[in-house]
């Protein structure tokens, strides 16, 4: 059984900072792409950005460049999400995915894995 427990969502006003954790069970990720995405109301899920296996390979939304990095600890099995220069726009809950492709795709078609969501609200 496959799960992705994502940890460190919160409410922070703009222009402030979280860090959003995923650790991952079940299986070893060591291989495959993790990312995350996120889903505001009303809203379709949309890609954040995303990490290969090695970290050689990276992939942001235009809308978080510069502003939020990915990583991952594959001996923990975890994937992290910095985000710094939080907006009120980065409201959503954000959600950790796991992916067996190689490369770190921008669709949720991409993704075989999903955890439950974490809320972060950035008021104004």
């Known amino acids: 059984q496959v799960q992705l427990v994502e940890s460190g969502g919160g409410s922070v006003q703009a222009g402030g900072s979280l860090r959003l954790s995923c650790a991952a069970s079940?299986?070893?990720?060591?291989?495959?792409?993790m990312g995350w995405f996120r889903q505001a109301p009303g809203k379709e899920r949309e890609f954040v950005a995303a990490?290969?296996?090695?970290?050689?390979?990276?992939n942001y939304a235009d809308s978080v460049k510069g502003r939020f990095t990915i990583s991952r600890d594959n001996a923990k099995n975890t994937v992290y999400l910095q985000m710094n220069s939080l907006k009120p726009e980065d409201t959503a809950v954000y959600y950790c995915?796991?992916?067996?492709?190689?490369?770190?795709?921008?669709?949720?078609?991409?993704?075989?894995?999903w955890g439950q969501g974490t809320q972060v609200t950035v008021s104004s």
């Open positions: 995915t796991v992916g067996l492709q190689f490369d770190p795709g921008t669709t949720v078609e991409e993704y075989d894995y």
């Open positions: 079940g299986r070893p990720f060591s291989y495959y792409t």
């Open positions: 990490m290969n296996w090695s970290g050689g390979s990276t």
